[in-house]
């Protein structure tokens, strides 16, 4: 039924539809005008330049130049059109003709009736509610604009789709006079503001060849515009057009004189109306008294000039009309003739006027609106931020947006040269995908000059909790609360990284641990495991995708990579779920293939993240004429002489032209011109003018132009890199007595420098290089030891840290050779050792390293005799941060230094410790051993030399007796151990207790655990206490048998842990309790522990991290959880283990996954034989797994099920044989769980 009543309300509105109203386009504007006039209390002349006015009578000035364009195409003359190519000549279609009468007596305008645009608005709604009910639309029945097909004004329209055919033209247009003869008898309601075309009639149009190449019929039109756009004030240029030229000329003069008398006596603003353009109260009161005048003079007067003669337009400027479009009609009349006045260009042809109407109409604000004169002489030339030529570009970007958050993980790097337009590329990203909150942009910039650690990753997420603090705080307890439910204390790491970081977390947290590296092993793999994990959080809590982008990436710091690095390979749900899309921006080609961003790039690859690369070049030349066109508001016909010019002497990059032209604002050869109210150009004297080939020596050049005090301050701000904050220029300025601020807010007028949320910045690195290069390469050293000492004293002084790696970072950029005594050097290094230490504490050991390794170059010979609490210092700490930044050769040197000059066992223990770390990375464990017990030795705590079951019986009947008669809360409450050489002591039992399980050496481990307990009872609890007791009950429980009380202890290991200070070791204790738990707990509750204590070894960079994921993935098979669940455990594991480099976790993860896949029916995973170590070397797998017998134990049993699974009964018989013949406490955790089964 509904169905049917909605045909029956189409049939109706069919029969009563009119089509639009012809009309002559002096009606039209008779009729415009009132309409417009009844709507607002205007005259006449703010009428004709308002909007509405306006953007009617562009669309009919466009109709008529789209038809006019279609001819002149048919004609040929558009073979001569660089934008036209492959016309067809052959044939002649109907030519166009001057005539004795204006063409505005042929034009006809069309409008829809009132009626009609109901009827049509009707439509649309129905169209909308059938559209959003999914309802299937009528078939069959005729629409409301069945009976006619009009020249609809088409705002899509572009060079290569004005095709009409000139004989339908001419008919449409004898259809037209038709219907306008009847007009009288059809009185309708016409709406003259809803206009849907224009059209030449046929009294224009016929076959007699013109002996000009149309530009009459340019000319022609230009008249009939001067008198549609002055909305019929003049009209006497349209009949000058007869052939009675002596007349005609003396007319003309007289009118000529009369009209400028006119002009003379009004004060000629600048700009149009305050419907259209800016504000002009005094251009408004005299055209107030002068348009009577003009009226009656454009009424009493006939000129008839001869078709060649020059109309002047300031009739129309003084009616207010935008000078582009008094430009325009002026063009036109004198396509005749040639250019006018030398400015701007007359017209060749009329798709020329086509165009430069359809930009108009499309922006108005850019190509209609009048420039801000004024503006333009008191501040100068202004570039916005519009991008250019860089359309595809910007589309291979967002297409890689849009894969990245929808089904694949890529990144995208976008290369170039300086000054290419890499960042103007990733700003208009940014809108483009920012626009309705689409997505959550953060960014942040690397400098070749930075002091701050990971300044440019930090302060983008800085920036992201500012924004969530101000712009929403439901948000910002939404991350709160989720960052503390799935990190907990240990977020407060991040805070020295991200200050803003403290208002989103709030006043009730406590920050006790935001500054101590105590609570973890590794404090660099935490803080990496800590920035994935606020970046998983916050994507989750968005809907919004999160972006972050990343400029000038040639400059890249190693912990940087190392963050970005885990960030895009381990960040789980923020990368698995397309939450996440990572961008940069670099110099490729100052980049060697050794660079650490291409290093970065090709890792993630391996791990199956597409990169793609966006490679900028210069400019085209259509892109620079779009560039200067838009900056100066001109029409490109207009600019593209001066944009060729520019493009030749830049070869086409933006920076290089944006420099040009602000030079050629400041020489006055690019100006604003009150006289033409427009940009003009002196194109002769550019022509001549030297520019070198190179945008660097040209901006050096220019500084020198620059007042000498101004370019003094930019020289010091530049050596502090691309910006600074203004505070710290303060300060500078006071500490070394020169005039700073002043001079760059004269340098941000001069748009060398920007200003903006407390900083000074250089508007390009380009600018920040140049005025870099003003210092003499031997003089740099000694500017910016000046400045470091100025800072670092302050820093000292007000304990500032801010300020203490700003200068310290100066003082290093100048070198030792800028020291100028001992003295000097000693307060150098002692800074440096700050400075470290700080850097430290912000878990970045790479530039921590970098500031100790300049305190020891600053160190005199003679060092450790004089100064050796500061060499010992300095040394100690570099070796650690060497350590965990895999630097091993200068490693092993600074471990040889201290063994050498250290005074005492406690000095050497740093150097030992590390000693033994290498040598168990690199396979040699026996002598990381013996270098242990030699040490336990001189500590007086070695152990027996023979391990018997008989020696072990009495360490553990001893360590009974001891606990029988101490409760566990006593226990819980014993103070901590202060006896360094027992600290030290206990430090290396650790070590030994990890080497020796290493290769499987069964005699003393179970001694370690129980001489760490004695030592505990007597001298107080260690950090390692806990897992002593951890591994004391799993011994009674899996060897002894006592399950209860190995499970007792168990329980009170977790429960001593939460009462020492340092977490660093959580995950270790929560490990071995794990293994007791598994005997007493229903099995996949226990298995889950496995994960919690990797996650609580990844928050303090702990090693049992992998290894406790390495247990609960191959447990997750063997308890029998869903098969697809086991696989994804399994892959995550060695996806850790390959991203760690930990060979052997990997290596003995393999065979369990082998047999996952099988068991799902999917082809096993093949023997790897370039397994690569963090040493660079490259090991077959079955070659790590046969090496020590804990890892063949577990291999052999992964095999043996494999075998006996699958019923392939030979291959079980020799993986058993190789089972049972390696002990079982090499390795418990298979063959416990095997024997709870």
């Not at 029956?8 to 009309?23: L, V, W």
């Not at 033209?169 to 059809?186: G, M, T, W």
């Not at 660099?524 to 994507?539: A, E, G, M, N, P």
């Amino acid at each position: 039924m509904s169905n049917r009543h909605g045909s029956k309300s189409k049939q109706s509105a069919t029969a009563t539809a009119s089509p639009p109203e012809p009309m002559s386009m002096k009606q039209w504007t008779v009729g415009a005008i009132d309409s417009l006039i009844s709507r607002s209390d205007g005259g006449k002349d703010k009428i004709v330049c308002s909007r509405e006015y306006l953007s009617c009578a562009l669309k009919i000035a466009h109709s008529l130049a789209n038809q006019l364009s279609t001819v002149e195409e048919e004609r040929g003359y558009k073979e001569k059109s660089p934008s036209h190519h492959n016309i067809n000549n052959t044939n002649s279609p109907p030519m166009i003709e001057t005539l004795d009468k204006s063409w505005s007596e042929y034009i006809y305008v069309y409008c829809m009736t009132k009626t009609k645009a109901i009827q049509e608005e009707k439509k649309n709604e129905i169209s909308m509610h059938n559209d959003a009910s999914n309802n299937e639309s009528d078939k069959g029945h005729t629409s409301v604009d069945a009976d006619f097909e009009p020249l609809l004004y088409n705002n899509n329209n572009n060079n290569n789709s004005d095709n009409s055919d000139p004989s339908e033209l001419q008919n449409l247009a004898q259809q037209l006079s038709s219907l306008l003869e009847n007009d009288d008898n059809k009185k309708k309601s016409v709406d003259y503001l809803d206009v849907r075309g224009a059209i030449l009639n046929e009294g224009a149009v016929h076959g007699r060849p013109l002996s000009d190449n149309g530009k009459l019929e340019i000319r022609t039109l230009g008249i009939a515009f001067y008198e549609l756009f002055s909305g019929g004030y003049f009209t006497a240029g349209a009949r000058a057009l007869g052939h009675h030229t002596a007349a005609a000329s003396s007319d003309e003069s007289a009118v000529n004189a009369a009209i400028m008398e006119s002009i003379d006596a009004i004060a000629i603003g600048v700009g149009g109306d305050d419907q259209l353009l800016d504000n002009n109260p005094t251009k408004r009161r005299s055209l107030q008294h002068s348009n009577t005048n003009l009226y009656n003079l454009s009424q009493k007067t006939a000129i008839r000039t001869p078709s060649t003669a020059s109309i002047s337009v300031e009739p129309l400027k003084l009616l207010g009309l935008p000078t582009a479009l008094c430009d325009l009609i002026s063009n036109m009349i004198d396509s005749v003739i040639g250019s006018h006045g030398g400015i701007g260009e007359a017209y060749e042809f009329v798709s020329e006027v086509r165009d430069d109407l359809k930009l108009m109409i499309d922006c108005p604000n850019l190509y209609l609106q009048d420039v801000d004169l004024a503006k333009a002489t008191n501040v100068g030339l202004q570039f916005g931020r519009s991008l250019y030529g860089r359309e595809a570009e910007l589309q291979t970007l967002k297409e890689c947006f849009q894969r990245s958050i929808s089904n694949e993980c890529e990144v995208a790097m976008i290369c170039g040269t300086s000054g290419i337009g890499k960042s103007k590329l990733s700003q208009e990203f940014a809108r483009s995908v920012t626009e309705d909150g689409g997505s959550i942009f953060l960014s942040g910039r690397f400098d070749k000059l930075e002091s701050q650690p990971l300044r440019a990753i930090s302060s983008a997420f800085d920036k992201y909790c500012a924004w969530v603090t101000v712009g929403d705080q439901a948000m910002a307890e939404k991350v709160s609360t989720a960052l503390k439910e799935n990190i907990g204390q240990e977020i407060a790491c991040l805070v020295t990284a991200m200050p803003n970081l403290a208002n989103i977390l709030g006043d009730d947290f406590n920050f006790s641990q935001s500054n101590n590296n105590d609570t973890a092993v590794d404090a660099q793999k935490r803080l990496r495991y800590l920035f994935c994990q606020f970046v998983d959080i916050i994507s989750r809590c968005h809907e919004e995708p999160l972006i972050l982008f990343l400029d000038d990436c040639q400059w890249i710091d190693s912990a940087s990579v190392a963050i970005l690095n885990q960030i895009l390979i381990m960040s789980g749900s923020a990368i698995k779920n397309h939450r996440f899309f990572f961008f940069g921006a670099c110099r490729d080609d100052e980049m060697s293939e050794s660079h650490p961003l291409n290093f970065m790039l090709t890792t993630v690859n391996t791990f199956g993240t597409k990169t793609t690369k966006i490679q900028l070049s210069s400019m085209s030349k259509g892109a620079v004429n779009k560039m200067v066109s838009t900056e100066l508001s001109l029409l490109p016909r207009i600019t593209r002489s001066l944009a060729n010019i520019l493009h030749h002497k830049t070869k086409g990059s933006p920076l290089f032209v944006k420099q040009v032209m602000m030079e050629l604002y400041k020489q006055r050869l690019l100006y604003p011109s009150l006289s033409h109210r427009r940009w003009v150009w002196e194109t002769n004297k550019i022509l001549d003018m030297k520019i070198p080939e190179n945008v660097a020596t040209f901006i050096t050049n220019s500084f020198d132009r620059l007042p000498s005090e101004v370019l003094s301050a930019l020289v010091v701000l530049s050596c502090f890199g691309a910006s600074a904050d203004i505070s710290l220029i303060e300060v500078l300025e006071r500490e070394i007595g020169q005039p700073l601020i002043s001079p760059l807010d004269d340098a941000v007028a001069h748009s060398v420098l920007g200003k903006r949320n407390g900083e000074f910045y250089f508007m390009h690195d380009k600018l920040q290089e140049a005025a870099y290069s003003k210092m003499k390469p031997e003089e740099r050293c000694l500017h910016h030891n000046r400045y470091g000492l100025a800072l670092g004293f302050v820093a000292a002084r007000e304990r500032d840290d801010r300020l203490l790696l700003t200068g310290v970072a100066q003082i290093n950029h100048g070198g030792p050779k800028a020291i100028i005594d001992e003295e000097q050097a000693v307060v150098v290094a002692n800074l440096n050792l700050d400075a470290g230490k700080k850097a430290m504490n912000m878990s970045d050991f790479f530039s921590a390293h970098s500031f100790f390794d300049h305190g020891i170059s600053n160190l005199r010979r003679g060092h450790w005799n004089d100064y050796y609490d500061l060499s010992l210092e300095l040394f100690n700490l570099a070796a650690k941060c060497a350590l965990m930044n895999a630097e091993h050769d200068g490693l092993k040197m600074l471990t040889n230094q201290i063994m050498h000059n250290a005074k005492c066992l406690e000095d050497k223990f740093q150097a030992i410790s590390i000693t033994v770390t290498l040598l168990n990375w690199s396979g040699n464990v026996p002598a990381a051993v013996d270098l242990i017990n030699n040490t336990l030795s001189s500590l007086d705590e070695e152990l027996p030399s023979a391990v018997t079951p008989l020696v072990i019986k009495q360490y553990l009947d001893k360590t009974k007796t001891k606990l029988a008669i101490i409760s566990d809360d006593i226990l819980l409450s014993y103070p901590a151990m202060i006896n360094p050489s027992k600290i030290l002591a206990v430090e290396f039992l650790v070590k030994l207790y990890g080497s020796l399980t290493l290769i499987g050496e069964r005699a003393a481990i179970p001694i370690i655990p129980l001489k760490v307990i004695q030592i505990s009872l007597t001298y107080g609890m260690s950090p390692h206490s806990p897992s002593a007791f951890a591994q004391y009950g799993s011994y009674l429980a899996l060897i002894g048998g006592e399950f209860e009380e190995g499970y007792r202890y168990a329980k009170f290991a977790l429960s001593l842990m939460k009462t020492i200070p340092t977490r660093a070791h959580d995950g270790n204790i929560m490990f071995h309790s794990n293994l007791t738990k598994l005997y007493v707990e229903p099995a996949q509750s226990s298995i889950e522990c496995y994960l919690d204590s990797c996650k609580v070894a990844m928050k303090s960079g702990n090693p049992y991290a992998v290894v406790s994921s390495l247990v609960h993935s191959t447990l997750c098979l063997w308890s029998g959880k869903e098969l697809n669940v086991a696989v994804v455990a399994m892959k995550d594991t060695m996806k850790e283990s390959k991203y760690h480099k930990n060979v052997v976790v990997l290596a003995l993860m393999r065979p369990t996954f082998r047999i996952a896949l099988r068991l799902m029916g999917q082809s096993d995973a093949p023997h790897q034989d370039n397994l690569p170590n963090a040493f660079g070397e490259t090991f077959k797998e079955d070659n790590i797994t046969e090496k020590y017998a804990a890892h063949l134990h577990t291999i052999m049993f992964a095999k043996l099920s494999e075998s006996l699974i699958f019923r392939e009964f030979n291959e079980a018989r020799d993986a058993a044989d190789k089972y049972f013949s390696v002990d079982r406490f090499a390795s418990l955790t298979p063959l416990m769980f095997f024997k709870r089964l």
